[in-house]
T-cell receptor, first 116, second 114 residues
Framework: GAVVSQHPSWVICKSGTSVKIECRSLDFQATTMFWYRQFPKQSLMLMATSNEGSKATYEQGVEKDKFLINHASLTLSTLTVTSAHPEDSSFYIC????????????FGSGTRLTVV | AQSVSQHNHHVILSEAASLELGCNYSYGGTVNLFWYVQYPGQHLQLLLKYFSGDPLVKGIKGFEAEFIKSKFSFNLRKPSVQWSDTAEYFCAVSANQAGTALIFGKGTTLSVSS
């Protein structure tokens, strides 16, 4: 299957600052990538769908001005958490559908964000 | 849009007991179905998936799932659980269309006592 590389794996930031998370597809071109958030002991919640060269599609209840998504190339999508607050502390995971659809989805290793 | 419902929030079993975790989805079109497992402190791991063909799917670690289209269900089963199966289990569904996201159920916590 495909490989998706996500960085950083963990980050601690001060309240009010911004944090950028990168997600790269290493061996295929992902025209669409997905961003999820997982709170402790909860499921993965889809935040947004990132489309190369166009605006992201956000799920209901997700603030697009707070969670900026950029998909400038076929191999890179970024999620920027702007003006982070402690309640934004969570595990963020990116995903892309494999180049062969029947292979399913591949996930980044996730980013643990802690806002202090 | 598709949605997933997992009925069992927390299941507690003894070793060697049989397991069945329920999963129902809501979507009018063709779907792809998945079960993932997440061990404590670890990332998601794919157990099995269904795209088409034989509705009885066998996965890793002795797990299997059956797709029943008429019931919109994709229940996960294992004939004999082990202590090491203690984990969180997520059912997920995607529409069979390019560019569609995977939607997860809320998960079921499985606790197996030795």
């Amino acid at each position: 299957g495909a490989v998706v590389s996500q960085h950083p794996s963990w980050v601690i930031c001060k309240s009010g600052t911004s944090v950028k998370i990168e997600c790269r597809s290493l061996d295929f071109q992902a025209t669409t990538m997905f961003w999820y958030r997982q709170f402790p002991k909860q499921s993965l919640m889809l935040m947004a769908t990132s489309n190369e060269g166009s605006k992201a599609t956000y799920e209901q209840g997700v603030e697009k001005d707070k969670f900026l998504i950029n998909h400038a190339s076929l191999t890179l999508s970024t999620l920027t958490v702007t003006s982070a607050h402690p309640e934004d502390s969570s595990f963020y995971i990116c995903s892309a559908r494999d180049r062969v659809p029947q292979w399913g989805y591949t996930f980044g290793s996730g980013t643990r964000l802690t806002v202090v | 849009a598709q949605s997933v419902s997992q009925h069992n929030h927390h299941v507690i079993l003894s070793e060697a007991a049989s397991l069945e975790l329920g999963c129902n989805y809501s979507y009018g079109g063709t779907v792809n179905l998945f079960w993932y497992v997440q061990y404590p402190g670890q990332h998601l791991q794919l157990l099995l998936k269904y795209f088409s063909g034989d509705p009885l799917v066998k996965g890793i670690k002795g797990f299997e799932a059956e797709f029943i289209k008429s019931k919109f269900s994709f229940n996960l089963r294992k004939p004999s659980v082990q202590w090491s199966d203690t984990a969180e289990y997520f059912c997920a569904v995607s529409a069979n269309q390019a560019g569609t996201a995977l939607i997860f159920g809320k998960g079921t916590t499985l606790s197996v006592s030795s």
